[in-house]
């Protein structure tokens, strides 16, 4: 019997083969996972971690380093940055994902609850260390506390010596898709949409010396 990491790693490697050929993702995904029984969970992860080639090609080549946001206007999807981030710094697993950008396999957005407070700061002690021309934090008002999570940031804001803001949105996708500066996101279909995306649980966990899992 193969082990687990095996199956994984050659399950991914079937479903690179056969996306690169222009099958379609879903139905790949599942005859792959369904061909080495994997659980729920490991179907997830080959999900949110192997990409069309195509796609993250055009992913990669829009993907800028932390030090590019200087004297720049950034615009962050608040809840993904702040959930991936909390992954990184509490050990949970994240993955580098063919696109190149760093993914949690949480999935707990809706029922997702305010984060650590030192969370919010990691980031923005990172984001202070680079030194944008502002930074805005966009959160899901549909969540509750969005509200409080946003007036906890904009606080801290002056302390960080970060001009800028944090709210609420119903539409963050959209506000995200056509603000016309650097976003910072780990979701795929906004990545699609803008010009320019930076990877802050990317810069987390390299100022840590840790590693991502790959497949």
């Not at 969005?146 to 010596?161: C, D, N, T, W």
């Not at 906004?190 to 990877?199: K, Y």
Request: hydrophobic share 40%.
């Amino acid at each position: 019997m193969l082990n687990h990491n095996s199956s994984m790693r050659l399950a991914a490697d079937d479903i690179r083969h056969l996306l690169s050929r222009g099958y379609p993702r879903t139905g790949v995904i599942r005859f792959v996972s369904d061909h080495y029984r994997l659980a729920n969970q490991d179907r997830h992860i080959l999900m949110r971690v192997v990409i069309e080639p195509e796609i993250a090609a055009s992913r990669i080549s829009k993907k800028i380093s932390c030090d590019d946001i200087r004297g720049k206007d950034l615009v962050i999807d608040g809840y993904n940055v702040i959930i991936a981030t909390e992954s990184v710094i509490s050990g949970e697993p994240v993955f580098l994902c063919d696109d190149g950008f760093i993914r949690d396999i949480r999935g707990v957005f809706r029922n997702y609850k305010n984060p650590d407070r030192g969370v919010c700061r990691q980031i923005l002690e990172m984001l202070s260390e680079h030194e944008p021309d502002s930074v805005i934090f966009l959160f899901d008002a549909q969540i509750s506390k969005s509200g409080v999570l946003a007036r906890h940031i904009r606080g801290l804001l002056p302390e960080y010596s970060l001009s800028g803001d944090a709210r609420t949105s119903r539409r963050v996708d959209f506000d995200l898709k056509h603000c016309g500066s650097i976003v910072a996101t780990g979701d795929g279909h906004i990545i699609d949409e803008v010009e320019s995306v930076v990877d802050i649980p990317g810069c987390i966990i390299r100022k840590l010396g840790r590693d991502a899992l790959t497949l």
